[in-house]
Each structure stands twice: as C-alpha cells, then as structure tokens.
C-alpha cells in the first residue's frame, strides 16, 4: 500500500492505437499500404488468431492519442480544487504525438504531482517513454532521478511519486481484474458504453471526440478507485472520504453544464449502480461534445 497522499495528485488515463508508420518500418511494408491493411500485418506478426484476431501489440508499435487526468490540488489553507484535463485540447484536430507527450511530461516534470494510474507501470509509462524516444521528445525534468530518498522520482518501484493501483490491489495473473472490473464491483463506473469500447474502431472512423471521452471516463474511475484505496489505508475518513466524492460529482456536473454532455453518460452509469436492479442500465456510448480544457 502506498505510505502518502500528496497535495498534490494526478491520475491518468493513455489511450493508444498501432501506429502505422512503426508498423511499415519494423516490417518492411510499402509506404502505399493504407493503415487497415498495416494494422492486420501488425496484429498477425503478434500472434492473432480466429478467437483473438487483434492482440495486443508492443507498446512501442503504437501510437498515444489522447490522455487525460483528474488533478487534485490542496493549497496551504486547506482549500480544494479539482479538475478534469485532456489532450488533445482541440478534440476534432489531431494532436502531434510528440507534442502530446512532451506536454504531458512537462507537465509531470514542472509541477510533480503524486501520478497514479492503474497497469501504469507495465503499460502507460513504458508508452510515454518508447514513444517519446520514437518522437525525439526531450523530458529532462520529468527524468531527473533524486539523489537522497524517493522524492519525485517516478522511477522508483518503492517510492509515492508513481502509484499503480493495479500493482498494489491485483498482482498478476488470471485472476486480476482489470479496471472496468474492479471498479465496477465497488460502485464506480467501469465499462460506460453498452459493449467493450475498441479504441481503434474510433481510430479508423475518425471518432477523436469517443477516445477522448472514453479517456476521461478511465481517469475518472482511477481517481476514484484511488481515493477508496486511500480511504481503505486510513487517508481519508468517512466524512472525508463523502466530500472527496461528492467534489468528483460536483466537478463533473460542472463541466456537463459547460457543454461537455458525453459527461452525462458517466454520472448516469455512477447512479444507476445506487438503483434497485430492474432499473439500472447501461449507458450506450455516443460521439458528442469532449472538452477543450487545457492541459494539466
């Protein structure tokens, strides 16, 4: 279990797709070849197969899209703040990769936030990483190690800069949950559209604004795991832990009444799991409105 809560807190959400230009590179393909038919040589060359035909690629194989993080700030006085942040800003413009990442990063390397993700360590900052090395992105503040104890090194596997809820609640193995899953079973929205969510069906249609949503409905289901973790291991009090989610729900209200309304979605799956069973529902995902705030 992690030993701090900083005042300072960020989970985060990557979404990500093959990338067609590494796949034409590692495997030798003609510049010609449109990106559908990339994708299916990415996925036979790892391993796919008529029950799984799209298998997940190495991180470095693919290409970070979106992100998005709720960020939590207690100022000296005790004062609260949260909000929800995405990448791109300009949801209908794609982003440049190695912009998007040296933003986020710079971020991260500016401010040190306590990061919490959830299979962060395996997955979303291996990504960042790889991909900023295939961008050319340079990262120096985000990278600088500390020279005595932990501090803000999100290196570390033993320190609280970087959180990853799914190494400290699941391990590994056949069993572990994932997110969707583990938040679902305590009240927190996992899964929102009526099916599993393919990021790179949106991918091809051109949907930015369904892998934005769909990147802030994970950051906000791993903020908020993170705070029944942090409740569990005696951060939070009961009292507390009522006004931290009420905040979320605050906070997200606020953002549907400034026109981000794919945000209803997630505030109705939320309720629905406090209704009796006959009247709870899955919410079907659409492509609407996605913020334009600015990024962490």
Not at 123 to 152: H, M, N, T, Y
Not at 259 to 284: C, E, K
């Amino acid at each position: 279990m992690f030993k701090s809560v900083s005042r300072h807190v960020c989970a985060f959400d990557l979404e990500w797709v093959p990338d067609p230009t590494s796949g034409r590179r590692v495997y030798g393909l003609p510049a010609a070849l449109p990106d559908v038919e990339v994708f299916e040589v990415m996925w036979a060359k790892a391993g796919a197969t008529a029950e799984k035909p799209r298998p997940h690629l190495k991180t470095a194989l693919c290409r970070v899209v979106a992100v998005s993080a709720v960020v939590r700030e207690q100022q000296n006085n005790g004062e609260i703040s949260l909000r929800l942040t995405t990448l791109p800003r300009q949801i209908d413009r794609l982003m440049d990769e190695g912009e998007l990442i040296s933003t986020f990063l710079g971020y991260l390397g500016q401010h040190h936030p306590q990061l919490v993700g959830f299979n962060s360590q395996t997955a979303d900052l291996p990504i960042l990483l790889q991909r900023g090395l295939v961008a050319g992105v340079s990262a120096a503040e985000f990278c600088r190690r500390a020279d005595k104890g932990w501090g803000s090194d999100y290196f570390s596997r033993h320190g609280d800069a970087h959180i990853d809820l799914k190494s400290i609640l699941s391990g590994w193995g056949i069993a572990t949950p994932t997110l969707h899953e583990l938040a679902a079973a305590m009240g927190i929205p996992g899964q929102v559209g009526a099916q599993p969510h393919d990021v790179v069906d949106w991918w091809v249609e051109g949907d930015l604004r369904a892998i934005a949503a769909q990147s802030q409905f994970d950051a906000l289901s791993t903020y908020l795991l993170w705070l029944r973790t942090a409740r569990f291991a005696g951060f939070f009090n009961e009292e507390q832990f009522m006004e931290e989610e009420e905040r979320v729900r605050r906070m997200v209200g606020d953002r549907i009444a400034q026109g981000d309304h794919h945000l209803t979605q997630y505030l109705h799956r939320w309720d629905s799991f406090n209704l009796p069973l006959n009247d709870a529902m899955v919410i079907p995902l659409t492509a609407t409105a996605v913020a334009t705030d600015q990024a962490a």
